[in-house]
């Protein structure tokens, strides 16, 4: 039978554009959110946090957003790059529960 | 400072043979996890230790066993493999004890149970 989940959503962007990849979450007491990449063949970097009492946070080229009335949180990736393809995947803690890691969104950069 | 080592990096079983997968960190983090992650899919917890000494179940505990052995290391069982363990095995530490801290991953270990 068909496996939920195979087709991962996935986001084509052109060489130098920016990207926004999106994320719902379920918990409306998760407090502390973080997106991961993760590149073909290797285990999942940590990009960039954020916690509850915050709404936006920026790093080097990526800002992430939360909305809690949503329960959406997005990355943004200023000037994509190829380097830039991967796996991105959003995660949520609650208190002192584990990790949960949303299914992911495939990034394509296009040259 | 190498962070998370995984070994073996490919490994192909039986259904019903065992094996054990390693897992070590030199980042004197003090909780340690295993993930599971099929084609597709975002990863899911089989076992956490919070704290050298402890262990807890996660997700997907069924078919596993885990040890941790000092602070460093964390393995990983399987008493008897089946088809369905097929996946991506990942291990991850974090700094402080307890779950709620961001998680630096290892490379992974690629199994296939034939």
């Known amino acids: 039978g068909e496996s939920v989940g195979l087709h991962l959503p996935t986001l084509s962007v052109q060489e130098g554009d920016n990207s926004i990849i999106n994320c719902a979450y379920s918990n409306s007491a998760s407090d502390y959110f973080i997106w991961y990449k993760q590149e073909s063949g290797k285990g999942p970097q940590f990009i960039i946090d954020?916690?509850?009492?915050?709404d936006k946070r920026q790093g080097q080229r990526v800002t992430v957003l939360l909305n809690k009335t949503v329960k959406h949180l997005s990355l943004q990736i200023a000037a994509t790059q190829p380097g830039d393809s991967a796996v991105y995947f959003c995660a949520e803690i609650s208190g002192n529960t584990p990790l949960v890691f949303g299914k992911g969104t495939r990034l394509s950069v296009i040259a | 400072n190498a962070g998370v080592t995984q070994t073996p990096k490919f490994q192909v079983l039986k259904t019903g043979q065992s094996m054990t997968l390693q897992c070590a960190q030199d980042?004197?983090?003090?909780?340690m996890y295993w993930y599971r992650q099929d084609p597709g899919m975002g990863l899911r917890l089989i076992y956490y230790s919070a704290s050298e000494g402890t262990t807890d179940k996660g997700e997907v505990p069924n078919g596993y066993n885990v040890s941790r052995l000092n602070k460093r290391e964390f393995s990983l069982r399987l008493e008897s493999a089946a088809p369905s363990q097929t996946s991506v095995y990942f291990c991850?530490?974090?700094?402080?004890?307890?779950?709620?801290?961001?998680?630096?991953f290892g490379p992974g270990t690629r199994l296939l149970v034939l």
């Open positions: 980042m004197n983090h003090n909780s």
């Open positions: 954020i916690r509850s009492n915050m």
């Open positions: 991850a530490s974090s700094e402080m004890p307890g779950v709620a801290q961001t998680q630096y």
